[in-house]
């Protein structure tokens, strides 16, 4: 695009803003553009009201919330995502531990669910940016961490998944670290893990 310059800008996504993200250019004398998690977003002069210098710009963003469990050989992970049509509805999954990493194993699970179920629902998002909200370091930290993922099977298995349904979807994954039991939205998916992990429990005996 002609007679634009690229800004490069720092800034977070607020707590409460599920579906899309704010870009505040400020007062704007020239077309503008910053970048949002690695995409520029660009403004012309005379795409903007007419005396009117500032703008905000809407730009997509599927928010996930993830979470998992572990209960005497059991774990329960789940996900809850806002945005594209989609309001927070837990979608929890058991299943018998196949490692011995617990919780570890539960919260990697339910970010590849997450991931699965967004590819299967929408295709490619092509680079709408997914935004995982996790309490658990492992989830960002593995990823990028060859080490850990020589030394541990499973840990390079959700390495290669996470990068293989991304490259799928032509997504940017983004990681957010929430305090545990803090933060509301994550409550929410970590009370429908722990239910469906009790009832679980209970049936099996």
């Not at 490069?8 to 707590?15: D, H, I, K, P």
């Not at 949002?36 to 919330?65: C, S």
């Not at 429908?192 to 049936?203: D, G, H, I, Q, T």
Request: hydrophobic share 40%; net charge positive.
């Amino acid at each position: 695009m002609k007679n634009t310059t690229q800004v490069t800008a720092n800034f977070s996504l607020r707590q409460w803003d599920y579906s899309s993200l704010k870009v505040t250019l400020g007062l704007v004398s020239k077309p503008m553009a910053k970048t949002v998690y690695g995409f520029i977003v660009r403004v012309n002069l005379e795409e903007l009201p007419q005396k009117r210098k500032e703008v905000e710009i809407m730009v997509g963003v599927v928010r996930v919330y993830t979470d998992g469990s572990y209960k005497n050989g059991y774990v329960a992970y789940g996900f809850a995502i806002y945005g594209r049509g989609y309001f927070g509805n837990p979608y929890v999954y058991v299943a018998r531990a196949t490692t011995s990493l617990q919780n570890v194993e539960a919260e990697l699970r339910a970010v590849i669910a997450a991931l699965k179920f967004l590819k299967a629902n929408f295709g490619k998002l092509r680079n709408v940016p997914v935004l995982i909200c996790h309490d658990l370091d492992a989830v960002r930290d593995i990823p990028r961490n060859v080490k850990a993922q020589n030394r541990n099977p499973f840990f390079k298995r959700y390495a290669e998944e996470i990068n293989g349904l991304c490259q799928a979807m032509e997504c940017k994954l983004v990681f957010e670290k929430v305090r545990g039991h803090y933060h509301e939205l994550h409550n929410k998916i970590d009370r429908a893990v722990r239910k469906k992990l009790n009832e679980a429990c209970a049936m099996i005996g």
